[in-house]
């Protein structure tokens, strides 16, 4: 089983720059693919960016170009680099990991950060 806790989050203003973490315990065999996704009031959640086991990185069209998501070389966390941020990227960010058990897929979920951009 996976455990995961997400940090970094804040309050920023238009155009700037924030680092998500997500500290990744427990067994991360199998784990295809990491990612981020985000909340915002009042709307679904929404997958911003992914990345599998062998560095493939997908992102939202909303964020490509201004986000990119990373791992550490022990690949045990992974990060969310967040540049020229605007309004409409406030949200409640979850770290994800997607596990395949026995032919099984799990889905783990952090507790969310919530990232706040406003002047």
């Known amino acids: 089983q996976v455990q995961l806790v997400e940090s970094g989050g804040g309050l920023v203003q238009p155009g700037g720059s924030l680092r998500l973490s997500c500290a990744a315990s427990?067994?991360?065999?199998?784990?295809?693919?990491m990612g981020w996704y985000r909340q915002a009031p009042g709307k679904e959640r929404e997958l911003v960016a992914s990345i599998t086991s062998g560095g493939n990185t997908n992102y939202a069209v909303s964020v490509k170009g201004r986000f990119t998501i990373s791992r550490d070389n022990a690949k045990n966390t992974v990060y969310l680099q967040m540049n020229s941020l605007k309004p409409e990227d406030t949200a409640v960010y979850y770290c994800n990991a997607d596990q395949d058990r026995n032919g099984v897929r799990y889905m783990y979920w952090g507790q969310g950060t919530q990232v706040t951009v406003s002047s």
């Open positions: 427990g067994s991360m065999f199998s784990i295809n693919t």
